[in-house]
C-alpha cells in the first residue's frame, strides 16, 4: 500500500535553530515528491518539487533534499514567520498527474 | 493575478442535507482537483478534471459526492444526504495544465460543518 509518512507530528524551535523534518513515503513508483506550506485557515502554498534521488533545491533558510525513501526539508536559522505546518505529498507513477497523496504533515512552531 | 477562489469560505447544514461548494480555478488552468481535509487527517484527494477528458473520480468516499466542471472552468462539488462524517475542510486547486511541472495552487478552503 502506497504511503507517506512525516516526522515529527510537531517540532518546537528557538528562533535561529536549525533543523530537519522528514517525510518517509512508500510507494509502487515515485514520480514527484512535492512540499507544501500551509497557514491556518488557507490552502496549502507551493514550495518545491522534487523528481529523483539526489536531487536538492533551496528557498530562502528552506532546503529540500530526496533519497530513494525519504526526503529532508531543512529550516536554517527559522524565524517566527516560518511557523506553519509543512506538508509533504508523492504523486504516484501509473496514477493521473496531479493527484497528489498527502502525509499527515508537521505542524512547526519557531519561538523568538 | 486572482488565485483559486472558492465559496462560501464557511458552511453549516443540518445532517440530511445537499451542499454545493464552489470553486473558481485561476484563468486559463485546465486542471482542477477537489481534495479534503478532515481534522487529523492529511489531505484526501477526491476528483480531478483536466480539460475535455473524463474526471478522475477515484478518491469519492460514496456516491453521495459528485462534481461537475462547466465550461472547463468552474466546479461544484456536491454532497447528498451529509453526514457528520462529511465535516471537513474541501480544498480546491487548479493548475496551468495536468502534466510533470505544473504546480498546484490551492484555493483557501470551505469548512463544513454537519450538525
Known amino acids: 500500500e502506497d504511503q507517506v509518512t512525516q516526522s515529527p507530528e510537531a517540532l518546537r524551535l528557538q528562533e535561529g535553530e536549525s533543523s530537519s523534518l522528514n517525510c518517509s513515503y512508500t510507494?509502487?513508483?515515485?514520480?514527484?515528491l512535492f512540499w507544501y506550506r500551509q497557514d491556518p485557515g488557507k490552502g496549502p502554498e507551493f514550495l518545491f518539487t522534487?523528481?529523483?534521488a539526489g536531487e536538492e533545491k533551496e528557498k530562502e533558510r528552506l532546503k529540500a533534499t530526496l533519497t530513494k525513501k525519504e526526503s529532508f526539508l531543512h529550516i536554517t536559522a527559522p524565524k517566527p514567520e516560518d511557523s506553519a505546518t509543512y506538508l509533504c505529498?508523492?504523486?504516484?507513477?501509473?496514477?493521473?498527474?496531479?493527484?497528489?497523496?498527502f502525509g499527515q504533515g508537521t505542524i512547526l512552531t519557531v519561538h523568538p | 493575478g486572482a488565485g483559486v477562489s472558492q465559496s462560501p469560505s464557511n458552511k453549516v447544514t443540518e445532517k440530511g442535507k445537499d451542499v454545493e461548494l464552489r470553486c473558481d480555478p485561476i484563468s486559463g488552468h485546465t486542471a482542477l482537483y477537489w481534495y479534503r481535509q478532515s481534522l487529523g487527517q492529511g489531505l484526501e484527494f477526491l476528483i480531478y478534471f483536466q480539460g475535455n477528458s473524463a474526471p478522475d473520480k477515484s478518491g469519492l468516499p460514496s456516491d453521495r459526492f459528485s462534481a461537475e466542471r462547466t465550461g472547463g472552468s468552474v466546479s461544484t462539488l456536491t454532497i447528498q444526504r451529509t453526514q457528520q462524517e462529511d465535516s471537513a475542510v474541501y480544498l480546491c486547486?487548479?493548475?496551468?495544465?495536468?502534466?510533470?511541472?505544473?504546480?498546484?495552487?490551492f484555493g483557501p478552503g470551505t469548512r463544513l460543518l454537519v450538525l
Open positions: 505529498a508523492v504523486e504516484i507513477s501509473g496514477t493521473s498527474y496531479g493527484k497528489l497523496t
Open positions: 522534487l523528481y529523483s
Open positions: 486547486a487548479s493548475s496551468l495544465v495536468s502534466g510533470r511541472q505544473e504546480t498546484q495552487y
Open positions: 510507494v509502487s513508483g515515485l514520480r514527484g
